[in-house]
Nanobody
Framework: QVQLVESGGGLVQPGESLRLSCAAS????????IAWFRQAPGKEREGVSY????????DYADSVKGRFTISRDNGKKTVWLQMNMLTPEDTAVYYC???????????????????WGQGTRVTVSS
């Protein structure tokens, strides 16, 4: 049984940083693509970043490039999202998602992900 647990969200001021974590359990020898999505109030859930489990491939939404960095620790089965220079537009609930098998039509299509965490809330406000 695969389980994803996000943590690290909170309330910060613009320009500050947060580091989110996604702890995965239930994986055996299977490899999973891990992605971060976020959902702001009144908006649909959108892709933020992704990382392949062993291949090291990453990508970011245009809105966060240069500010966010995704990384992994396969020994601990944990994926991190370092978020710098946060703005109010980054305010959202951030979700970790895992996709078993091959990606379909890139990484941003949320419907393809098999497992989701409960989300961690990030609020950026003065």
């Amino acid at each position: 049984q695969v389980q994803l647990v996000e943590s690290g969200g909170g309330l910060v001021q613009p320009g500050e940083s947060l580091r989110l974590s996604c702890a995965a359990s239930g994986f055996t020898t299977d490899y999973y693509t891990i992605a971060w999505f976020r959902q702001a109030p009144g908006k649909e859930r959108e892709g933020v970043s992704y990382i392949s489990w062993l291949g090291g491939s990453t990508d970011y939404a245009d809105s966060v490039k240069g500010r966010f960095t995704i990384s992994r620790d396969n020994g601990k089965k944990t994926v991190w999202l370092q978020m710098n220079m946060l703005t109010p537009e980054d305010t959202a609930v951030y979700y970790c998602a895992a996709k078993r098998g091959s990606l379909i039509n890139g990484w941003k299509m949320k419907q393809q992900y098999n497992y989701w965490g409960q989300g961690t809330r990030v609020t950026v406000s003065s």
